[in-house]
């Protein structure tokens, strides 16, 4: 990807208010997305939310979906998942794969409002300083049984 997208997303990125205080550097948001298979969606301009997700042979992986602290519950990340829901039907994959804190209960309804189900649970997957919480892992499959 050339630098000036990735300038672009970045601050795009950057431009989203989160609750977390620990967003990613320039840095590591550059080399993810110089792997060829990592891509960025996005929404709204300014933007409003964003999705990183990642392609690995016949999945899509979702590194980072968020929404504009301030334009919450407006169906924002519902909206960013449909895109990412559409492109993978078109280029038949065959799932997508997440993961999502176990405290983070509205991230959690709406995935499985999307049709994503908890296959496992990575224990203290988010390390918070003194703190860790478990993580879900969450799949939508994607093929059609015939």
């Keep these: 990807m050339q630098k000036k997208r990735i300038e672009k997303i970045y601050e795009e990125y950057l431009s989203v208010k989160e609750n977390n205080f620990r967003k990613w550097s320039k840095d590591f948001l550059a080399s993810l997305f110089l792997e060829k298979n990592v891509f960025f969606i996005s929404l709204n301009d300014p933007t409003e939310g964003y999705l990183i997700a990642r392609k690995i042979l016949d999945e899509y992986e979702v590194l980072s979906l968020a929404a504009d602290i301030n334009k919450r519950r407006r169906g924002i990340g519902t909206m960013l998942l449909e895109k990412l829901i559409n492109m993978a039907k078109k280029e038949k994959i065959q799932r997508i794969l997440l993961e999502v804190s176990e405290n983070n209960i509205a991230a959690i309804c709406m995935y499985e409002k999307a049709g994503f189900k908890k296959i496992s649970k990575r224990k203290n997957y988010y390390n918070e300083g003194k703190d860790s919480k478990d ?8 093929i059609k049984c015939v």
């Design 135 to 142: 993580a879900y892992v969450m799949e939508k499959n994607l």
